[in-house]
């Protein structure tokens, strides 16, 4: 039975701001549930602290809202546990490139098959509007005492550079876009990022809706000229990086991403920049040691009899510890 | 008074070199020599926090009984380099031996720059003062004067025989033999066939043939040149001995490994750290593991073994490995730990079992990375902000690392919380011989824990992960669990879990969580929050209270002082959260003179009895210099107090090399 939106919603008030770019990302994640394949008891959805936090309050599945830029290794513990899960990790920018940045780049290392989505809109909204990693160096948001002192990291370059085998980028409230992007990000075997743009309306008045959309900028029959671009409708670029590409043909590909990350300003890409079905699982890489790790996987182990007693040959396993 | 009655297979035994040298196989080999002689061993290991180059020594002590502790006293030091004999000739007793390279007499101390320098005035002062020359040399003059018996062995003589013997051209090629020379050389000085010797290298060094047959030649060399060299009859001696019963040869740490694998913990996370990483090295290495007959269908049992990038990832990743029915831990040590009071708070808001095993080293900071101190109970008590129940268990000896870590993770089940498995770095880095560890009496308690989703709640009522119960445990159900939807926050939060600051609530909640430890300190019998080791008679002189590997210490220095007519008893304590306040109390109301006796400087565990009991412990022994307690400091130390507890109200124990 195919699921509606109503189904992945709880009925609980939602207390974002108005005008928020969480509810674009919201909407798309939820949309994007209905139309994955795969059975919702098994999804489990992790957040971060900041405003993007809740958004697993307002999701009817298991929602996990973890601490200040761990979720990641939250979220990694129980996909590995259970690798049948379908582990979402939903973070902020503050979460994921600041306090949690050790673990965002260690996570690429490991390529677990998971999702990663990181609401990123360069301010810290929940504590009233600091600069986040994302913000750009000189920057002045809102609520900011001084200009921006640090410059901003990137993310995409990031993500490259720590091994990430799904690397996209979407905008809050380009909703047909992010969902797209979320369901191949969710298919996508390994672990992918999707970095989400969204305006903070409240604290962030240089990144702003209008700003994305290109109000300020005109054609020729004054329709706004949008800042996002899609870079593979656009362009034709394609991600994706299969076994079989010789290495000058991944060395060009991996290049062309670098060149696109740093694209920003007048135009942003946004889309899939790199896809690399060439890296195996940390699932793969353990099922190569533990040769029952699909089947019986630490979740499903059965560590008891019915008599309480435990599974375990311990005679055999202590036998080299035994002198007799 | 000598605390040793007869020396046949009852003496202690020390090794030195540096690190890296291979001392640890020499004791390893003499060790097992020893117990495939029937013997039992306990040995101690000391080392730098350092791979190559510092110094390190190994005590093994042997008896034909089960012994749980070290001792002072060293009755044969062996050594192949100046530094060993310059640090520790001065603990071998008088009438003891020492084994050494004569090559080295003209060595002089202050030229050994691995010395510090303190060490380096102490000894050249004391040779000097007495009248001998600052080298070794003089150190062997003075040895002479205590009585001592020397033995020379020409290393580097019996290295080049054994490498024209197996035909090695290339000397630095068997050159590492020397380890075991210096074994069968104690084994010639102490009476031991070298047959064990043999024996213990094949067993060590299994497949290595080519390693086997040179230590065996040099093994056999060594051994008959000191036997056929007439000197007078050593005053120590080891004799094999009938024991048909197999038995275990253990470190505290493997033993740890192995009850967490019998206890059910299929993930461990860890970021390495000293003494905690040997667990989870150990832990990986037996990933795979054989069932028994009768639970095929799994083929086998396995644990994933993470190594994470920090130690907040290590217990944040087993929390959620926890939050799918798994049952997960984490290793580590103080610093380690430091990093990790955050997740575990979130653990102790969202009622996720998860077990920490908290080996304890020296601190504050880095410490005392490699020593052994007890200065982290107060920490696991209070560790993370906020209140919350946790458990905290400690182990005193080899057979408790084993069962606690199979207790700990039913304590954390059944109760839904944190719960902190503490280790000695003395416990996790000794190794003694013990009755093969047996999973008979261990048993698998799950608690409120719903694995089956037949019966989903879907519909009806919604499942509620924190719903109020009058015992305050909540049905537990796991993540991907049809019908059994949850949601967890480290915010307050409703019996649904979603966020909630209703005033109310929070005072429900927060009663509801904190009845778990109430319920926890119900339901676990005395027999597992404490041991009471009566005194002979049936009012006891002395009551020792004390926590962790100093357990075997003081029971074998109880007997010391049996014999010296004074009775004590000893109340260890092993559950530290929640805290046994009611029988703690009764048992110290009626003693005459309460020691606690604690490897830390303010007595942790004294400050928790007054906190819990009111009774204030006035008397304490106290050692915190990074080396473990031994027996004949329980000795010497709990006599004085008895006899004169007043002078004697904070003594502080100082030896140890």
């Known amino acids: 039975m195919a699921l509606k939106l109503a189904d992945v919603k709880t009925d609980l008030h939602n207390d974002w701001c108005p005008g928020c770019g969480d509810f674009g990302i919201e909407a798309s994640v939820q949309m994007a549930l209905t139309e994955i394949p ?26 996990i809202h973890t601490l200040h830029g761990r979720l990641m290794p939250f979220a990694q513990g129980a996909k590995l546990a259970n690798p049948d899960l379908e582990v979402i990790a939903i973070g902020g920018d503050g979460d994921g490139y600041g306090i949690g940045a050790g673990h965002f780049m260690h996570a690429g290392r490991r390529n677990i098959d998971m999702t990663y989505i990181v609401h990123d809109n360069q301010v810290y909204g929940l504590t009233k509007g600091q600069a986040s990693p994302t913000q750009g160096l000189g920057e002045k948001t809102k609520s900011l005492p001084e200009p921006n002192i640090n410059s901003a990291v990137n993310p995409i370059m990031l993500a490259l550079a720590s091994g990430y085998t799904f690397i996209s980028r979407s ?37 702003t809706k209008d700003w994305y959309g290109g109000e300020d900028r005109r054609d020729e029959k004054n329709r706004p000229i949008p800042r996002c671009y899609d870079i593979e409708k656009t362009t034709g670029f394609d991600p994706t990086i299969t076994p079989e590409m010789s290495i000058e043909e991944v060395e060009k590909k991996t290049l062309k991403v670098i060149e696109l990350s740093k694209e920003w300003g007048d135009k942003i890409p946004i889309g899939v920049f790199y896809q690399n079905e060439r890296v195996s699982t940390y699932e793969d890489r353990i099922a190569d040691r533990i040769s029952t790790y699909k089947q019986a996987y630490p979740a499903k182990q059965t560590l008891a009899g019915k008599d309480a007693r435990p599974t375990v040959d311990l005679e055999y396993l202590s036998k080299e510890l035994l002198i007799s | 008074m000598s605390l040793i009655s007869s020396r046949t297979n009852n003496l202690s035994w020390m090794i030195g070199g540096a690190q890296g040298s291979g001392v640890d ?12 002689a029937g013997l039992w061993v306990y040995g101690t290991r000391e080392y730098y926090s350092n791979i190559k180059g510092l110094h390190s020594y190994f005590e093994v ?50 030229k050994v720059d691995t010395l510090e320098d303190n060490i380096v005035e102490k000894i050249t002062g004391r040779l000097v003062g007495q009248g001998f020359t600052p080298n070794v040399t003089g150190l062997l003059d003075e040895a002479k004067r205590r009585d001592i018996q020397l033995f020379p062995v020409a290393y580097d003589q019996v290295i080049s025989q054994t490498a024209q013997k197996i035909g090695e051209t290339q000397l630095s090629k068997v050159s590492r033999i020397i380890n075991v020379l210096a074994v069968s050389a104690s084994m010639a000085v102490l009476g031991l066939d070298v047959n064990y010797v ?58 740890v490994a192995f009850g967490k694998l019998v206890g059910g913990c299929r993930m461990q996370t860890y970021y390495p750290i000293t003494p905690a990483s040997d667990e989870s090295e150990f832990l990986e290495s037996h990933e795979n593991f054989k069932l028994l007959d009768g639970y095929s269908h799994d083929g086998q049992g396995s644990i994933v073994v993470v190594q994470t990038e920090d130690e907040i990832a290590a217990i944040t990743m087993a929390i959620g490995a926890s939050l799918t029915g798994t049952r997960a831990s984490t290793s580590t040590s103080g610093p380690g730990f430091s990093l990790m009071v955050e997740g ?25 990375p490699t020593r052994n101190e007890q200065g982290d109970l107060q920490f696991a008590l209070h560790a993370s902000h906020g209140e919350f129940p946790r458990i905290v268990l400690s182990s005193g000896d080899m057979e408790e690392c084993f069962y606690d870590a199979i207790k700990i993770f039913n304590y954390a089940e059944k109760y839904q919380c944190p719960a902190i498995h503490m280790v000695d770095k003395a416990l996790a880095n000794s190794n003694m011989t013990i009755l093969p560890l047996s999973a008979e009496r261990a048993l698998i308690d799950r608690g409120k824990l719903i694995l089956d989703g037949s019966n989903p709640q879907d519909g009806g009522t919604p499942y509620k992960r924190f719903k109020f ?61 404490f041991n009471f080791f009566p005194a002979s008679k049936s009012s006891a002189d002395v009551t ?4 962790g590997s100093s357990k075997g210490a003081i029971l074998e220095g109880m007997e010391l002082l049996r014999r010296d007519g004074i009775d004590a008893e000893f109340l260890q304590l092993r559950l530290m959260s929640p805290f046994p306040t009611d029988s703690v109390k009764k048992t110290l109301s009626k003693s005459k003179l309460i020691i606690d006796i604690e490897q830390n400087y303010s007595g942790q565990l004294a400050s928790l009895i007054a906190e819990k009991t009111q009774i204030e412990i006035v008397n304490k022994i106290l050692k915190f210099n990074g080396r473990p307690i031994s027996r004949d400091e329980i000795y010497d130390s709990v006599r004085s107090t008895v006899k004169a507890p007043q002078e004697n109200e904070r003594l502080v124990l100082v030896h140890g090399a």
């Open chain 1, 171 to 207: 905008y809050a409230f380009d909703s047909r876009h992010l969902k797209e992007t979320i369901k191949r990000a969710i298919a996508h075997r390994g672990l992918a990022l999707v970095d989400v743009l969204q305006p903070c309306p409240t604290y962030n008045d240089i990144n």
């Open chain 2, 198 to 255: 043999e024996r213990a290298v094949e067993a060590i060094f299994g497949a290595k043939k080519k390693v086997i047959e040179m230590n065996v030649i040099g093994a056999e060399l060594v051994y008959n040149a000191i036997k056929s060299i007439a000197h007078p009859p050593f005053s120590a001696k080891l004799a094999p001995v009938e024991n048909t019963k197999p038995r275990m040869f253990v470190a505290g740490n493997q033993a």
């Open chain 2, 544 to 547: 020792i209270v004390s926590w």
């Open chain 2, 344 to 368: 575990m708070g979130w653990a102790g808001m969202n009622e996720v079992p998860v077990v920490i095993t908290l080996y304890s080293r020296g601190g504050p900071s880095t410490g005392l």
């Open chain 2, 469 to 529: 119960t009058e015992d305050g445990i909540s049905p537990r159900a796991v993540l991907g669990l049809k019908g059994y939807r949850f949601w967890n926050t480290g915010d307050e939060h409703s019996e649904i879990g979603h966020i909630d600051e209703d005033p109310e609530n929070r005072i429900k909640m927060m009663t509801k969580r904190m009845t778990k430890l109430e319920t926890a300190a119900r339901e676990i019998p005395d027999s597992e929050k």
């Open chain 2, 61 to 110: 002590r042997v008896s034909d009984k089960q012994i749980r502790s070290k001792i002072d006293e060293v009755d044969l030091l062996t050594t192949f380099d100046a530094e060993t004999l310059i640090r520790h000739a001065e603990a071998v007793r008088p009438g003891g031996g020492i084994i050494y390279n004569p090559s080295l007499v003209r060595s002089d101390i202050r």
């Open chain 2, 25 to 36: 196989s020499s004791a390893n080999v003499f060790s097992r020599a020893c117990v495939l």
């Open chain 1, 38 to 63: 795969v059975d919702i008891n098994r999804v489990v959805i992790f957040s971060g602290i900041g405003c993007h936090g809740k958004i697993v309050h307002w999701t009817n599945t298991f929602g």
